[in-house]
């Protein structure tokens, strides 16, 4: 398979994310500069400045430049109105490849239909953000060492959380997976996630108590409770209910991972010297990594 | 001539224009990185992300580098009030060529008047917009082969438009122009614009019937009708007067083109694919040729 | 010493200080790329153009290269709150040196302190701005020839200064200086800054009087009376107090120079023609003294 764009997690397939994730190994420590003189344009309808530097960097770090607005919704302005095909159209013959953020579902895609030059889908709307999900998975790969025969438990707002979606649509390729969803009752999982988890066999279950299944999984991936993304009694209900405190990190295994997106709240309560020194807490390495699938992503669309 | 700075259209004679247009040419294809180490800061007081990207994307591609602001409001805040001049001075300290777009008239001029570095004009108030105008041009001798002996069409808000004003000044230097100005009585240019052309004997009607001249013409210039800039009553009466459609783009010969500056909203609406395949719409490559003639601006003015 | 972060003035110790001279007077006409393929990333927590471009000038003349942001706000957004510290991690995978710009006292110094990479402070809350400092220092040694036996009359808001205090700071490391402080009762210096200064046997004095001065001095340090940072009843009482102008600049000797860290508002009126001849204007020479200081600083932490 040759992808052209990446604007969904399901368009990768194993053999693909597998070239990804040695590529990105290899850039870990490379010093060539093979995307010297190519330009990448961050376009970017709602600012996410951890996102645009993750991806600045990446491209200035393989040799490329940077043109970069947060400011794109001013290029179609109410009073305005271009297309976003037309800007898209208009963009593409500043840079070679363009990477997107926007408010609404589908632009990304819609983005890609007319653009001559690959587009990456930095997040849009309640749709997907495939190199979250991405960095993530090369993480349990980095730090497990593989991605069969493991089990995952996804933790908080799993409702709106965008990244817990576009995950399980790449676990969805793997075998011998396990999820364990939990979340309070009114942030629990869409049917969309498991009807597509049902159709690839992948073994799941809905669970409400975090610690007593601590000590029996490989991974634990909290998210933060969207505070801006939920009703004022969704958030009372559900603020606070699991947290990974002192008291509680050890009872994982281990060879068990704690994950995050970051930014993490009071979801994450653990001390500067347990962030450092407990090797079960992952995040910032996950974080880390996203430098890198990123750049493994633009080398391998550019090249 | 040589230019030290571009303020106005009218700075431009015929030679510089053409030299302009064969680096812009030459450029397009080249390879070198002529400004190699040299930095281009762009002032913007205003956003205009389009412009400030394209003008980024050629000091790039030139082998440059930017430093970048569309907050330079905050240099000179109503509480710091510092001039313009004081301004440019600071930043011609960190750059070695300036672009800048500004909210009022004469901006531009000011900024260059203390500049020890090449300043360009990027828009300032409802002044000029000279790249805008040599990119205009440079589509108009790339498309129909000449700039002498054709007669071009001007749609849509005369009176507003920024553009049209600067196109005006150029053609004014070429023979046998003929231009034809369609607009809503209320729109209509205004009379600096026909005293100049009187003055350069260049040939102007104007008309309020767009189909009929189609047939006629070599460019049809459309622009938008700028809401932002008129009363209620100027844009009832002229929003959608003139559009072109599938129904009536093909009035036009197979040679002649359809520009417009961008982003149009209703005044066009034409299906994607006579978009690609209609020879005679020519606004994504007049976007495109952007890049070139801002690529040879900045590499003969730096060179 | 080695400094590994820039985070107040007091870090820097006179060897250190000459050091950074040296370095700046030598990179001011290198034509060298000591820092190529490193990234600063420059974290600004509220918009400062000026010092962001500044800083991003120096890191690209360094061969270096940028990403940048004037929103990091964004980052720990009152929803998301995620700490400085937090940030800083993530941040420090991305680049290879940070600046940061906040508006809270010991910002810089929260980054410092979980950072595996450079931190460089460029103004946190009322706290310090060291580079300014620094730039200030550079430019007396530059204008005078000597940084030791000097007198320094500062003037102009003294309470609300930040530049002031880091500057009092550096010069409490010479010998026989001599400041004079003058100010309206309202914006008098501050007790640590004298405090600071009786420790270190630094002879001030606290004068209302500009004029009956200027004869006697070396250094006219005027700073701007900054509306935004005072009530009322204080700017009315001290705005146009103290002003250069036609009149009194040249009560200065021949060698003495006016400075000012810039915006300069009603506190300086000069004329364009003095502004380029008079040679005790130092203010631009200043400003551009910034950019070769920070090469330095830059090349200083990374090299």
Redesign the interface.
């Known amino acids: 398979m040759k992808l052209n764009n990446l604007i969904e997690s399901q368009q990768l397939d194993v053999a693909t994310i597998f070239a990804l994730f040695h590529k990105a190994d290899e850039l870990r420590i490379s010093?060539k500069?093979p995307l010297n003189?190519k330009?990448l344009?961050t376009l970017f309808y709602e600012?996410?400045?951890?996102t645009?530097?993750?991806f600045?960097?990446a491209m200035?770090?393989l040799g490329g430049?940077?043109?970069s607005?947060?400011?794109?919704k001013?290029?179609?302005s109410a009073?305005?109105?271009?297309s976003i095909?037309?800007?898209t159209?208009?963009?593409s013959?500043?840079?070679d490849v363009i990477v997107i953020r926007h408010y609404e579902d589908g632009a990304a895609k819609k983005a890609a239909s007319?653009s001559p030059i690959p587009v990456i889908n930095a997040g849009d709307g309640k749709g997907q953000h495939p190199t979250q999900a991405l960095l993530d998975l090369y993480t349990i790969w980095k730090e497990i060492g593989h991605i069969e025969d493991i089990t995952v438990a996804m933790v908080g707002d799993l409702k709106y959380g965008r990244t817990i979606r576009s995950l399980c649509y790449l676990l969805g390729k793997f075998k011998n997976i396990k999820i364990i969803f939990i979340a309070p009752e009114s942030l629990s999982v869409n049917d969309d996630i498991k009807n597509y988890l049902k159709k690839y066999h992948i073994q799941f279950e809905e669970q409400t108590d975090m610690n007593k299944n601590l000590p029996h999984i490989d991974i634990l991936y909290m998210t933060?409770i969207q505070?801006?993304r939920m009703t004022e009694e969704e958030y009372k209900n559900s603020a606070g209910k699991y947290r990974i405190t002192e008291e509680n990190i050890n009872l994982l295994e281990e060879s068990a991972r704690l994950m995050h997106p970051?930014?993490?709240?009071e979801e994450i309560e653990l001390n500067?010297e347990t962030e450092k020194t407990n090797k079960r807490v992952a995040y910032?390495r996950q974080?880390?990594n996203?430098?890198y699938i990123r750049m493994a992503l633009l080398s391998y669309l550019l090249e």
């Open positions: 010093v500069k003189g330009i344009a600012p996410s400045t951890r645009r530097l993750s600045e960097s200035l770090r430049n940077v043109i607005t947060e400011n794109a001013e290029f179609s009073i305005k109105g271009e095909q037309d800007t159209r208009i963009v013959a500043y840079a007319v933060r505070k801006e970051l930014p993490h709240v500067l910032f974080a880390e996203g430098l």
